[in-house]
């Protein structure tokens, strides 16, 4: 295979281990086989021309980083716009906060065919693009238009939504229609992939070849489900270090007469958060047992907060936070200890371990790695035990987690208390098959079966 260049919103360091999720995963995919990685610099030059970014180069490693900065205007309608206030609501099931501002649609296209033109500029004609998400879909039309003809493939990282809540988008025909120019469409769970097929057997005129192949605008597509994991072996690595111990020992002494229930996430409404503290004040009221004891350590990490939604929800947790507080807390005791910044990824590990249950309760994610992080860093002779919403994509793998609604404040209640009362035996037993799990299916497995197929198809 050819080189391999790597297409995202954001780029980072592949050698810096600070940031989590899909930058980790892509860095190690580019390290592998070394590559170039093209995405936005994070930059925003305030009087630059819309359309026109500069290009950033660097070195790390057998890997060239090549970015781009994006003018104010850009930013606006093409991030925070038409992906953030757009695409992202709509993808997560909430037509109601989204913003169909008539002008983002602009931001997205104009930005979208600057990537293609500065793209098209530093590739060779055996390169294998791997786009990536929900902001960069018509990225491959747009290099065809130029003439690219090198093989494509796309990674949905966010949910695909059933056909009648993807037409709520005034563009969806265009978007859709955009990913035929790719050869590989991969989205993270069945369900997509499901939708995917619905919308184009209701929307289109395509033909469905088979079960992951179809047919239209003159080009066949391949679409399947690649569930993203986690690299289990470097996360375990993470934990046996002296910043998560000490976190760990830190966290255990201080709990050490009760119990822990944890939350990580960026603060987002597809996480489920006010729902999440309504089913734990719940968890208070039914069940007194656990007053004095139980403790949500609820950890929120900045996001987007230029936009509306995003500041909408965080007064939203403050208040909910602020009232369990003041209605169930003692002077020796405050039930939610909510914190609104993000955690050192060196010491993620020990929090996840001094946890008896993790709540990883979003209203709808794509897949959601906190799941996966939270079984890697438990000790298998004392495990914690994960509370997992069934409208998070990884619930499709990991079955034997506690699986919840977390519209359903009562039954979310009852089952953290379950989890609460697990006997060790159940747990270990549960938390071994989940290992299992996330092991098979991690983050290099990921990687080889998207290029594997993006390699196999036909043509090119
Ligand atoms: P996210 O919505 O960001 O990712 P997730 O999959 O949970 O959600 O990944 C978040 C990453 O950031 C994890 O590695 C986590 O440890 C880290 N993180 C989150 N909050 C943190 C905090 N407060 N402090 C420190 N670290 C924090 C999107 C999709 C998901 C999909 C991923 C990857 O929304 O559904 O699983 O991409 O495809």
């Given at each position: 295979m050819g080189r391999l260049v790597v297409?995202?919103?954001?780029?980072?360091?592949?050698?810096?281990?600070?940031?989590?999720?899909?930058?980790?995963?892509?860095?190690?995919?580019?390290?592998?086989?070394?590559?170039?990685?093209?995405?936005?610099?994070?930059?925003?030059?305030?009087?630059?021309?819309?359309?026109?970014?500069?290009?950033h180069r660097q070195t790390a490693g057998n890997v060239q980083l090549v970015t781009v900065d994006l003018s104010r205007e850009d930013h606006d309608s093409y991030y925070l716009g038409y992906s953030n206030g757009v695409l992202w609501p709509v993808f997560h099931y909430r037509l109601d906060l989204a913003d169909f501002d008539a002008g983002f649609i602009g931001g997205y296209r104009r930005v979208n065919q600057m990537f293609a033109r500065k793209l098209a500029a530093l590739l060779r004609p055996d390169d294998v693009i791997w786009v990536h998400d929900y902001h960069l879909i018509p990225l491959a039309a747009e290099l065809r238009n130029m003439g690219c003809q090198q093989r494509m493939g796309f990674f949905l990282h966010i949910p695909l939504p059933p056909p009648l809540i993807l037409a709520a988008v005034p563009e969806h025909d265009w978007l859709m229609r955009s990913l035929f120019a790719y050869d590989l469409v991969g989205f993270q769970s069945d369900a997509d992939v499901a939708h995917f097929s619905r919308y184009v057997g209701t929307e289109t005129s395509a033909d469905i070849l088979g079960e992951h192949e179809f047919r239209a605008f003159g080009k066949t597509l391949q679409v399947q489900s690649f569930p993203i994991g986690i690299d289990v072996d470097e996360f375990i690595a993470l934990g046996q270090a002296r910043e998560a111990q000490d976190m760990y020992n830190q966290i255990r002494d201080e709990y050490s007469r009760r119990r822990l229930l944890l939350g990580v996430e960026r603060m987002d409404y597809s996480k489920g958060l006010p729902q999440r503290l309504k089913a734990f004040r719940q968890l208070l009221q039914n069940y007194p047992e656990n007053l004095g004891s139980a403790t949500l350590i609820q950890i929120a990490a900045p996001s987007r907060e230029s936009v509306d939604a995003y500041a909408a929800l965080r007064q939203e947790l403050e208040s909910l936070c602020g009232a369990i507080n003041g209605n169930f807390g003692e002077l020796d005791w405050m039930p939610v200890r909510y914190i609104h910044r993000s955690v050192a990824r060196k010491r993620l590990p020990g929090l996840y371990r001094a946890a008896s249950v993790a709540l990883v309760t979003p209203l709808r994610d794509g897949m959601n790695l906190v799941a996966k992080e939270f079984i890697a860093a438990q000790d298998p002779e004392d495990p914690g035990v994960l509370v997992l919403s069934r409208f998070a994509g990884a619930a499709e793998q990991m079955r034997d987690a506690l699986l919840v609604n977390p519209y359903d404040t009562t039954r979310t209640a009852e089952t953290i208390q379950r989890a609460l009362q697990m006997p060790l035996e159940e747990r270990q037993h549960r938390h071994q098959a989940l290992l299992q799990n996330i092991r098979e299916h991690d983050v290099h497995w990921w990687r080889h079966r998207f290029l594997s197929a993006l390699a196999a198809v036909p043509g090119g």
């Amino acid at each position: 295979m050819g080189r391999l260049v790597v297409v995202s919103n954001r780029v980072a360091d592949p050698r810096k281990t600070a940031s989590g999720g899909l930058a980790v995963a892509l860095g190690q995919a580019l390290e592998a086989s070394g590559g170039l990685w093209f995405g936005w610099s994070g930059k925003v030059v305030e009087n630059g021309t819309p359309g026109e970014g500069d290009l950033h180069r660097q070195t790390a490693g057998n890997v060239q980083l090549v970015t781009v900065d994006l003018s104010r205007e850009d930013h606006d309608s093409y991030y925070l716009g038409y992906s953030n206030g757009v695409l992202w609501p709509v993808f997560h099931y909430r037509l109601d906060l989204a913003d169909f501002d008539a002008g983002f649609i602009g931001g997205y296209r104009r930005v979208n065919q600057m990537f293609a033109r500065k793209l098209a500029a530093l590739l060779r004609p055996d390169d294998v693009i791997w786009v990536h998400d929900y902001h960069l879909i018509p990225l491959a039309a747009e290099l065809r238009n130029m003439g690219c003809q090198q093989r494509m493939g796309f990674f949905l990282h966010i949910p695909l939504p059933p056909p009648l809540i993807l037409a709520a988008v005034p563009e969806h025909d265009w978007l859709m229609r955009s990913l035929f120019a790719y050869d590989l469409v991969g989205f993270q769970s069945d369900a997509d992939v499901a939708h995917f097929s619905r919308y184009v057997g209701t929307e289109t005129s395509a033909d469905i070849l088979g079960e992951h192949e179809f047919r239209a605008f003159g080009k066949t597509l391949q679409v399947q489900s690649f569930p993203i994991g986690i690299d289990v072996d470097e996360f375990i690595a993470l934990g046996q270090a002296r910043e998560a111990q000490d976190m760990y020992n830190q966290i255990r002494d201080e709990y050490s007469r009760r119990r822990l229930l944890l939350g990580v996430e960026r603060m987002d409404y597809s996480k489920g958060l006010p729902q999440r503290l309504k089913a734990f004040r719940q968890l208070l009221q039914n069940y007194p047992e656990n007053l004095g004891s139980a403790t949500l350590i609820q950890i929120a990490a900045p996001s987007r907060e230029s936009v509306d939604a995003y500041a909408a929800l965080r007064q939203e947790l403050e208040s909910l936070c602020g009232a369990i507080n003041g209605n169930f807390g003692e002077l020796d005791w405050m039930p939610v200890r909510y914190i609104h910044r993000s955690v050192a990824r060196k010491r993620l590990p020990g929090l996840y371990r001094a946890a008896s249950v993790a709540l990883v309760t979003p209203l709808r994610d794509g897949m959601n790695l906190v799941a996966k992080e939270f079984i890697a860093a438990q000790d298998p002779e004392d495990p914690g035990v994960l509370v997992l919403s069934r409208f998070a994509g990884a619930a499709e793998q990991m079955r034997d987690a506690l699986l919840v609604n977390p519209y359903d404040t009562t039954r979310t209640a009852e089952t953290i208390q379950r989890a609460l009362q697990m006997p060790l035996e159940e747990r270990q037993h549960r938390h071994q098959a989940l290992l299992q799990n996330i092991r098979e299916h991690d983050v290099h497995w990921w990687r080889h079966r998207f290029l594997s197929a993006l390699a196999a198809v036909p043509g090119g």
